[in-house]
Each structure stands twice: as structure tokens, then as C-alpha cells.
């Protein structure tokens, strides 16, 4: 019997990896009806981190009442397994929680993910999986410290942290968390200059403080610098989202008698080769030496994408479909289904 493997990643603002592993399924069993399929909900850092790390690790989900980006109280959810909690940030201090004119990385604060790390921490967790993505924030993790010392919280020693991203930018620079990502959480570009301003003085005191400066270090510029207070301030490792979930549910396991994966995401392109989902899943699988066929709703920088290894890129969407019908779900769950006859 064939097996095979799917992982899709979310196709974001339109299908959770779940549905489009779910719409994978369908298709290839429409076609294939004695084919083991096994499916993997998956998510690097972002939008759908808990619930991936559920399905792998089990858990319940804790629901708290925290501050938003703009401080105003909404029920944020985090992962408890044991002595295991996983913090999705965007559920505390995402961008999809303001409207495009509430957007300002001036103001927006994470605040509300320090009140996560509180409960966490009181509830007797050793270890705080936290994954970076999606965050309205660029005020470098300030807001978590004032949460943190706000609930007079003792951080005991024995709590572990780990940071999940695939970003690898510093604090500070042009290629900082203010320069690369601000703009997009509502930033004008005098903003960015002030943010990244406010960033460096803020290194530069922590540097002081502590005695050792992780402002450069790979992961400080993710979540408009929470990746920073965690290296700087809590000594969190910081790993690869795809890698920290892949090993959380012993994926190479899964692989042993697979045939094919599928893996993809809303739109591939070159910058899927610098750390995103699908690259991370192709990376195990070329150790097993099996084939990834890789689906996306926009495809670019094709070649690239095959030379990398994939054995066959594929878009969902025919050329002529709008935009906008393409992103709707139904639209997308069924062209996803319709794409399975090629593999």
C-alpha cells in the first residue's frame, strides 16, 4: 500500500493547515482509495502554532484575560501540557486583532503576551514554548517586562523558554525589526526611524543592566523584537518553528515507510527556500530520500523551487481566477482536492 504523507502549511487569511491538509486528503483518495494517507497540521512560528503543537503534544487550552496590543481586554488562549505551556503571541498581541487603521507600532504593546508568560509560569510550567509570528508590536518586548513586573512575578530559574521563528534578523539596522517589519504592522517611514531609535537605546541599556548584549543574535528582530527580550532577558533558545514541531511529533518516524509528501503554502517563491515551512519539510525528507511535491496558491521563481529539490511544483489556481475568488475557502479547498490528480 502507498503512503503518503501530507503537511500543508496555512494558506493565510483563507485555510488553516488543517483544512488544506484535510482537502489534500480528499482529492487523493477520490483517486486513489487504498492509499495510507497520513496528515500533519503544521505551522513555523505563526498562525496556527497552537494548534499544531496540540495535535502533537495533546494538551488543553487555557483561556485567560488579557490586554490586546492597544491595552484593551480581550480572552487570549495559550497550551498547557503538563509542565509544557505553548504561546502563540498573535493570540495576545497579533495583527489580525486591530483593524488597518488601529495599526501603529508606535503605540501597540506586548503587554498582553507577558500576561500569558504570568499564568504560564504560575501554574508551575518549566518549560514555555513560544512561537513568533504575526505580532502588531515593534516595541521590542518592553510590554511583556512591564506584564512580567507588574504581576511581581519571581522568574524561577528553572523555566526554560525556547522561541520558535523563522526570522533571523537582529534588533537593530536595516535589516532590524523596525526597517523590515514595522512597515507592514502600519509603520510610516519616520516611525521606523523613531522605532529603530528607541529599539537601540534599549539594547544599549539592557546591554549595560545584564552584562551581555543579544540585540545581533539570529531571531532578536522577530515580533518586533520580543525575539530580543527573550535571548536577552529570559537566556530562551531560539530554534526553526518547522524544526521545533517536526521533532515534537518524531516526524523522521513518520517518514520511514512513506512514498511521497506533499507539503505547500499560500504563495511559494524563493523566499520559501530561506527557512519557511515547506523548505524545513523538504530538508527531512531529502535525508529519506523521498519526493516532495510542493502546491501553493501563487507560485514564483519556479526553476529555483525545483532545483532545490522539489520533485514537482504545482499551482492550485488556473491563471485567469481573480484574486479574490481565489481566496475564498471554498474556491481554494477545491482546487486543492483538483490539484491531487497530478501527483
Excluded: W
Excluded at 224 to 243: K, W
Aim: aromatic letters at 4%; one cysteine or more; proline letters at 4%.
Amino acid at each position: 500500500m502507498r503512503k503518503i504523507i501530507v503537511v500543508i502549511d496555512s494558506f493565510k487569511g483563507c485555510l488553516t493547515s488543517a483544512e488544506a491538509n484535510q482537502s489534500a486528503i480528499e482529492g487523493i483518495l477520490a483517486r486513489m482509495p487504498d492509499t495510507k494517507v497520513v496528515q500533519v497540521p503544521v505551522s513555523d512560528g505563526g498562525e496556527g502554532f497552537l494548534e499544531a503543537f496540540q495535535a502533537a503534544i495533546g494538551g488543553s487550552i487555557v483561556e485567560i484575560n488579557v490586554k490586546d496590543p492597544l491595552m484593551r481586554t480581550i480572552v487570549a488562549q495559550y497550551l498547557l501540557q503538563g509542565n509544557t505551556a505553548v504561546i502563540e503571541i498573535a493570540k495576545a498581541s497579533g495583527l489580525t486583532l486591530l483593524s488597518p487603521d488601529e495599526r501603529n507600532p508606535m503605540v501597540a504593546t506586548s503587554y498582553g503576551t507577558g500576561q500569558l508568560v504570568v499564568d504560564a509560569v504560575r501554574r508551575g510550567c518549566k518549560h514555555i514554548i513560544v512561537g513568533l509570528g504575526g505580532s502588531a508590536t515593534s516595541d521590542c518586548g518592553i510590554g511583556m517586562l512591564e506584564a512580567i513586573e507588574n504581576a511581581k512575578l519571581k522568574m524561577d530559574h528553572d523555566v526554560r523558554f525556547t522561541i520558535a521563528t523563522d526570522v533571523t534578523n537582529p534588533l537593530c539596522g536595516k535589516e532590524g525589526a523596525a526597517h523590515v517589519f514595522a512597515p507592514q504592522k502600519g509603520a510610516s517611514p519616520e516611525m521606523v526611524l523613531a522605532l529603530d531609535a528607541r529599539a537601540k537605546r534599549f539594547a544599549e541599556s539592557s546591554a549595560k543592566h545584564l552584562g551581555h548584549d543579544c540585540q545581533n543574535m539570529p531571531g532578536a528582530g522577530a515580533a518586533g523584537g520580543l525575539g530580543y527580550v527573550f535571548l536577552q532577558y529570559m537566556n530562551a533558545e531560539c530554534r526553526s518553528g518547522i524544526d521545533l514541531l517536526l521533532d515534537a511529533i518524531h516526524f523522521d518516524d513518520l517518514l520511514q515507510d512513506a512514498d511521497l509528501i506533499i507539503t505547500g503554502e499560500g504563495s511559494a517563491d524563493r523566499q520559501t527556500l530561506m527557512g519557511k515551512l515547506p523548505f524545513g519539510i523538504l530538508q527531512r525528507a531529502q535525508q529519506h530520500h523521498i519526493p516532495v511535491i510542493l502546491i501553493a496558491g501563487r507560485i514564483a521563481n519556479e526553476q529555483q523551487l525545483l532545483d532545490a529539490g522539489f520533485s514537482r511544483v504545482t499551482c492550485i489556481n488556473p491563471p485567469n481566477l481573480s484574486l479574490e475568488i481565489a481566496l475564498q475557502p471554498a474556491t481554494a479547498k477545491e482546487n486543492i482536492r483538483l490539484a491531487m490528480a497530478l501527483i
